[in-house]
C-alpha cells in the first residue's frame, strides 16, 4: 500500500482509497470511496462520508462517479460537476437524498475499460464494476461480496431478493478479475483482496452455498 495525498491510499497501483469511515450501524466496518485513475476520465466508485470535491484533486478529479447500490446515497454528499450515475431500479431511491444524472438497466461497458454489470439481490439496483486497469482486472462488488474479518461474505437483508442474489453471485463467479474491492472490510483487516480466478470461485462457491442453504453471508 502505498501512501499518497493526504488522506489518500494507493492500495494498488492506479486506484486510490478516500479516508475509511465506520458504518453507523456497524461499527466494526468501515467504507470506502475508490478513484479509478484512468485515461478517458476518473471514475470514482461507491460514495463515502469522507470523499468531497477536493479529496482526489491532486490525482486529476473525479470525471463521474458511480453508486453500487442505493444505500451508499445516505453517506457523502453531491460532488458539484461530477455527474452520479446508478442503475434504474434504485435510481428513485438515490434521487432523494442525491443528484443522479443518469441510469442504466443493462450490462455494458464505458470506454473499453470499466463494465457495468447488473447483480440485483442486495438490492433490485445492485450492481458490480470490473475495471481492466492494463495491470490489474479489479471487481467492485459493493455488499454484494464484502470483506468481514478477511472472508469473502454475502449481505442478505430482510428485503433483499434471494433468488437474485445467487443468480448474480452466479454472474461474479465466472467474471475475470484478480483484485477483489467491495465498499465495507473489517477495520483494522485488509479492504481489498488479490486473488487468482480459482481461488475467487472457491470462496464465491462457498458464499453461494451459505445463502442458498438460508445464511446471510
Known amino acids: 500500500?502505498?501512501?499518497?495525498?493526504?488522506?489518500?491510499?494507493?492500495?494498488?497501483?492506479?486506484l486510490y482509497a478516500s479516508p475509511s469511515e465506520p458504518l453507523p450501524f456497524a461499527r466494526?466496518?468501515?467504507?470506502?470511496?475508490?478513484?479509478?485513475?484512468?485515461?478517458?476520465?476518473?471514475?470514482l466508485i461507491y460514495s463515502a462520508p469522507a470523499v468531497d470535491p477536493g479529496t482526489f484533486a491532486e490525482v486529476g478529479g473525479i470525471a463521474?462517479?458511480?453508486?453500487?447500490?442505493?444505500?451508499?446515497a445516505t453517506f457523502g454528499t453531491d460532488l458539484p460537476g461530477v455527474p452520479l450515475f446508478v442503475h434504474a431500479a434504485d435510481g428513485a431511491a438515490v434521487a432523494r437524498t442525491r443528484a443522479v444524472r443518469g441510469t442504466f438497466s443493462r450490462r455494458h461497458t464505458l470506454d473499453r475499460d470499466?463494465?457495468?454489470?447488473?447483480?440485483?439481490?442486495?438490492?433490485?439496483?445492485?450492481?458490480?464494476?470490473?475495471?481492466d486497469s492494463g495491470e490489474h482486472r479489479f471487481l467492485f462488488t459493493g455488499d454484494t461480496i464484502y470483506l468481514r474479518d478477511g472472508d469473502w461474505v454475502a449481505a442478505v437483508l430482510d428485503s433483499s431478493d434471494r433468488a437474485?442474489?445467487?443468480?448474480?453471485?452466479?454472474?461474479?463467479?465466472?467474471?475475470?478479475?484478480d483484485v477483489l474491492v467491495p465498499w465495507a472490510a473489517t477495520a483494522g483487516h485488509p479492504y481489498h483482496a488479490t486473488t487468482s480466478n480459482r481461488e475467487a470461485r472457491r470462496r464465491i462457491d462457498a458464499i453461494i452455498r451459505r445463502v442458498r442453504h438460508g445464511e446471510d453471508r
Open 1 to 14: 500500500m502505498t501512501l499518497t495525498a493526504p488522506g489518500l491510499e494507493r492500495p494498488v497501483h492506479g
Open 28 to 43: 466494526s466496518l468501515h467504507i470506502r470511496a475508490f478513484l479509478l485513475r484512468r485515461e478517458a476520465g476518473n471514475v
Open 64 to 72: 463521474r462517479a458511480y453508486l453500487n447500490h442505493r444505500h451508499e
Open 114 to 131: 470499466l463494465e457495468v454489470i447488473p447483480t440485483p439481490g442486495h438490492t433490485p439496483g445492485a450492481t458490480s464494476y470490473l475495471w
Open 164 to 177: 437474485a442474489y445467487l443468480d448474480s453471485l452466479a454472474v461474479i463467479r465466472e467474471l475475470d478479475f
